[in-house]
Nanobody
Framework: QVHLVESGGDLVQAGGSLRLSCAAS????????MGWFRQAPGKEREFVAT????????YYPDSVKGRFAISRDNAKNMGYLQMNSLKPEDTAVYYC?????????????????WGQGTQVTVSS
């Protein structure tokens, strides 16, 4: 079992930056990937970024590519999402997710463990 706790959500103006953190605890040695998803009111949960836990390879959808960057610190069992050039449409609850099964997925069903979410609000 792996427990995830997000932090760093806030209210920010358009064009600003935020860094989200995800602290993992428990059987972290089993992890194969960590991802970030977001969900705005009335919308489905959307894939934002994922990182291979061991190799550090990353993948992003076009909607955030070039603005967001995912990273991890294996020694600290921490994951991060650096978000730059934020837009009002980035407003959502952001969730950290992790999995142990592989291969890395962009679908929510590909992740076994989830955090409670952190609110990001971007004002225009």
């Amino acid at each position: 079992q792996v427990h995830l706790v997000e932090s760093g959500g806030d209210l920010v103006q358009a064009g600003g930056s935020l860094r989200l953190s995800c602290a993992a605890s428990g059987r972290t040695e089993s992890l194969t990937a960590m991802g970030w998803f977001r969900q705005a009111p009335g919308k489905e949960r959307e894939f934002v970024a994922t990182i291979f836990w061991r190799s550090g390879n990353t993948y992003y959808p076009d909607s955030v590519k070039g603005r967001f960057a995912i990273s991890r610190d294996n020694a600290k069992n921490m994951g991060y999402l650096q978000m730059n050039s934020l837009k009002p449409e980035d407003t959502a609850v952001y969730y950290c997710a992790a999995d142990y099964r592989g291969p890395v997925s962009t679908a929510p069903t590909g992740y076994a463990y989830w955090g409670q979410g952190t609110q990001v609000t971007v004002s225009s």
